[in-house]
């Protein structure tokens, strides 16, 4: 079983439309990242969250750290918003990470 | 700030052959990472090093894979023989110590043939 675990997997939405990512982990966590990654591109840092709830622009990010679990809300979805985005948890019992597998979203005009 | 600088960016080579990829994290940050990302997958770690030192190697294949961070700075992975299945982008990505920062490099993709 990952310690990280994303849904949903793939996504397809129509602009305009809000979306959510949703992640669960199992281990104890300092910090969570929302990456987001385009097709052919590096990986960039939207978020870095460690408790409640972070803006910037369309996206926004919560966690809840008694239930494990983290959103990637995104309002009125835009084509250039289609990308890979990956929940990454960093262990609050070691230096290191853990990656979800990613949810892949496709945003039609 | 500058980033994390890896090259080559792109790499093709045939099955057997060696490569080499290599990464300049940011000034500062004690942590680096190499990672391997197949597509349509999360990034899996392959090493992490802390200053010149070997915190996490569990995952590297070992048979064919090796890295290292000489003076706790640049770092180098390499492939030797390289295998179909080993085509992948190769992520390097630091953080500062135990701080949960992370910043990832544009990444190496490796086709072979």
Not at chain 1, 6 to 11: A, R
Not at chain 1, 27 to 55: C, D, E, R, T, Y
Not at chain 2, 61 to 74: H, I, N
Request: charged residues 15%; positive net charge; aromatic residues 10%.
């Amino acid at each position: 079983k990952n310690e990280v675990e994303q849904s949903p997997q793939n996504l397809t939405a129509q602009e305009g439309e809000f979306i959510t990512i949703n992640c669960s982990y199992s281990v104890g966590i300092s910090a969570l990242h929302w990456l987001q990654q385009h097709p052919g591109g590096g990986i960039v840092s939207l978020f870095m969250l460690s408790s409640g709830k972070k803006k910037h622009g369309r996206l926004i990010a919560t966690i809840n750290i008694q239930e494990k679990h983290s959103s990637l809300h995104i309002t009125a979805s835009h084509p250039r918003d289609s990308a890979v985005y990956i929940c990454a948890a960093f262990s609050n019992t070691g230096n290191q990470f853990y990656f979800g597998t990613g949810t892949s979203l496709t945003v039609i005009p | 700030e500058a980033g994390v600088a890896q090259s080559p960016r792109y790499k093709i080579i045939e099955k057997r052959q060696s490569v080499a990829f290599w990464c300049n994290p940011i000034s500062g940050h004690a942590t680096l990472y190499w990672y391997q990302q197949i597509l349509g997958q999360g990034p899996k770690l392959l090493i992490q090093f802390q200053n010149n030192g070997v915190v996490d190697d569990s995952q590297l294949p070992k048979d064919r894979f090796s890295a290292e961070r000489l003076k706790g700075v640049d770092s180098t992975l390499k492939i030797q023989p390289a295998k179909l299945e080993d085509s992948a982008v190769y992520l390097c990505a630091s953080s500062p110590a135990f701080r949960g920062v992370l910043t990832f490099g544009a990444g190496s993709r490796l086709t072979v043939l």
